[in-house]
């Protein structure tokens, strides 16, 4: 029990100094694409809209944690961020509590501490977003199968179809990881009475549809279609499935990525191609026909597609959606410290040696392993961000933890051939998942793009200047990125400043009309005033 307090102690200090650190910068206030997106919808859940009027097109159960939070507490991000750090320290607890019951106490509370220390997870826990929940409801679920290594039993795998049901409501691919766990629980225990095995996996049937079957039936009630999570499987996968996929969010129509036209588009687009209006069904089974098409008519480049995403999936670099962890690095030094020695690069390959050093142990442990690849395969299928691959992080940690518990005894066992290959395995995976992204300037540079595009329309252009400026310095062709400079020091009066770079985005982006023309503008507005 101490170990577990010290776990949460660590877990929560970290969160709640980084929480302070980023308190005094822009970036805490700004709620930008899906973060707004959550915030008005949680507002509308705060003031007693509850039910909704359309099939949920975004998972959930994130924006009716906010609206509860809102609604005791009021809409104050601090109080958010705080109340997030403290799941994301419970999470830490709930790992350190699953590695005990998979490996050892000392496994698990390396476990732990890793979590604890672990920059993605962090940052992630104090973000307005829904990853929070992800890794809190893959910890517990961990823990509570934990039980059914040594004492299974219906109520175990019960409660253990209810944590993923939930985690459903959070990542959508989880749904893909909930048959194959099914039937871990009933291949996995070959000792026992078939009869048995089979109950254990219909309770764990049964515990996910608890929770997943209210909310198709809400989506019948409001939106006249059974959709047991969202209506957003079909755009998705076509996103992460057509010839101009490369394995990252690419919006529907260029431009338009922000969350509320998402919907907008799919809709939009699939009934001029089908001439008529469509439901959500429709719209879904439409571009997964689509998706389907480019599959079966060019096997190869899809293969090379999925090749593709499976490296950016075990890759070092965090890729970021709107945000990004490496922008808030600069606002914090507890952040940036730790991400300087420890990130996904080096987790992985101690997570890799755990691995090797259990491989006797493989059997007992094989719901790590199908859970593993469950969130593995299920976030190929569609496109990789960072918070996408967030739920392997505590299985990760449970084996690192194993691993770094273990090596020690190990040495001290005198099983030197098991060291060394446990040794070699960890530092091919290092060597190669450590290969640096070419576009993670790019990357980075977006994300300081779109926060200081949204500081500048909220008027806070002098405000914005930096992270236009650090978005040019990461990325000097980024043209939008100096046409939005430009638009804040014209605003700002600053027009010398304004012409160098709306030259700069007209040089970088010829065919973009609006940019000759504010630079036209700005030319006549300037000699208007020289005479």
Not at 252 to 274: I, K, N, P, S, Y
Not at 493 to 521: C, F, K, W
Request: with cysteine.
């Amino acid at each position: 029990m101490a170990l577990l307090g010290a776990v949460f102690a660590t877990a929560f200090l970290v969160r709640l100094f980084y929480c302070l650190e980023i308190s005094r910068t822009p970036l805490f206030s700004l709620l930008m694409n899906d973060a707004a997106s959550y915030d008005a919808w949680a507002r509308e859940i705060a003031g007693g809209d509850w039910l909704g009027d359309k099939v949920f097109y975004q998972a959930p159960l994130y924006p009716y944690f906010l609206g509860a939070v809102y609604r005791i507490f009021g809409p104050d991000l601090f109080t958010v961020r705080l109340i997030q750090a403290a799941i994301g320290s419970i999470t830490c607890v709930l790992t350190a509590a699953a590695g005990k019951r998979y490996f050892s106490l000392n496994a698990g509370a390396v476990a732990g501490f890793l979590m604890a220390l672990y920059p993605p997870a962090v940052y992630f826990d104090v973000l307005i977003q829904k990853t929070v929940l992800a890794l809190f409801f893959t910890a517990l679920f961990l823990y509570i199968a934990g039980k059914g290594k040594d004492a299974p039993s219906g109520f175990v795998w019960l409660a253990s179809g209810v944590c993923l049901g939930l985690l459903c409501l959070v990542r959508e691919n989880a749904l893909l990881l909930v048959f194959p766990a099914g039937l871990w629980i009933f291949w996995g225990y070959g000792d026992q009475s078939r009869r048995k095995r089979a109950s254990w996996a219909l309770a764990f049937f049964l515990g996910t549809a608890l929770i997943l079957m209210p909310v198709g039936i809400r989506n019948q009630v409001v939106g006249g279609r059974f959709f047991i999570t969202t209506s957003q499987f079909g755009p998705n996968f076509y996103i992460g499935a057509n010839p101009e996929a490369n394995g990252m969010y690419m919006p529907l129509v260029e431009g338009r990525g922000m969350t509320e036209f998402e919907r907008e588009d799919a809709t939009r687009l699939a009934q001029e191609a089908e001439g008529r209006e469509l439901t959500p069904a429709q719209v879904s089974r439409y571009w997964t026909g689509k998706a389907l098409d480019f599959i079966l008519s060019s096997p190869g480049h899809w293969a090379a597609l999925m090749l593709q995403k499976s490296w950016l999936f075990w890759n070092a670099t965090e890729l970021p959606d709107t945000e990004c962890q490496y922008t808030y690095e600069k606002h914090s030094r507890i952040l940036g410290a730790i991400a300087e020695n420890f990130h996904f690069g080096i987790l992985l390959p101690l997570a890799v040696f755990g691995v090797c050093s259990a491989i006797r142990d493989r059997k007992s442990l094989g719901l790590l392993y199908v859970s593993a690849a469950g969130f593995f395969a299920s976030t190929i299928l569609f496109y990789v961000f960072a918070r996408y691959r967030a739920p392997i992080i505590p299985i990760l940690a449970i084996f690192a933890g194993a691993g770094l518990a273990g090596a020690a005894p190990m040495l001290m066992a005198w099983r030197i051939k098991q060291l060394a290959l446990c040794l070699a395995s960890a530092l091919v995976i290092a060597l190669l998942v450590n290969q640096p992204l070419p576009f993670k300037n790019q990357m980075t540079s977006m994300a300081f793009y779109n926060a200081g595009t949204t500081l500048y329309n909220q008027g806070r252009e002098n405000v914005s200047i930096p992270y236009f400026r650090e978005a040019i310095r990461l990325d000097p062709e980024f043209a939008f990125a100096h046409y939005n400079l430009a638009l804040a020091l014209e605003r700002l009066g600053r027009n010398s400043e304004a012409l160098v770079q709306y030259t700069q985005a007209v040089r970088l982006n010829p065919d973009a009309d609006r940019h000759r023309i504010r630079l036209d503008m700005l030319r006549k507005k300037m000699n208007g005033a020289d005479d």
